[in-house]
């Protein structure tokens, strides 16, 4: 049985940092892509952060320059590094595993999903 455990979230002050991790179990993912989603309260959840298979990252544009992606094959776990929080950043975050090695930014091209864990950021 496949699962994707996520960590590290909680409540950090805006300008603050976290860590997400994204431990997979079950089998190994080391030739497909991965990816954060986050969903806030009252909204759809959207794309956050992809990688492939050889490390090539993609970013939403309110990310972009604060967030990094990253993914550990010998551990079988995914990471997300975020920096200088905002307020908008507030929202349950997931992590996934996609169907091919090709990263992407829409959530019907990932098969594996995580239960989310909760991000809050103080302003």
């Known amino acids: 049985q496949v699962q994707l455990v996520e960590s590290g979230g909680g409540l950090a002050q805006a300008g603050g940092s976290l860590r997400l991790s994204c431990a997979v179990s079950?089998?190994?993912?080391?030739?497909?892509?991965m990816g954060w989603f986050r969903q806030a309260p009252g909204k759809e959840r959207e794309f956050v952060a992809t990688?492939?298979?050889?490390?090539?990252?993609d970013y939403s544009t309110p990310v972009k320059g604060r967030f990094t992606i990253s993914r550990d094959n010998s551990k079988n776990t995914l990471y997300l590094q975020m920096n200088n929080l905002k307020a908008e950043d507030t929202a349950v975050y997931y992590c996934?595993?996609?169907?091919?090695?090709?990263?992407?930014?829409?959530?019907?091209?990932?098969?594996?999903w995580g239960q989310g864990t909760q991000v809050t950021v103080s302003s």
């Open positions: 990688i492939n298979r050889i490390g090539m990252a």
């Open positions: 079950g089998r190994t993912f080391n030739s497909l892509a």
């Open positions: 996934a595993v996609g169907s091919r090695p090709q990263s992407s930014r829409s959530e019907t091209a990932y098969t594996y």
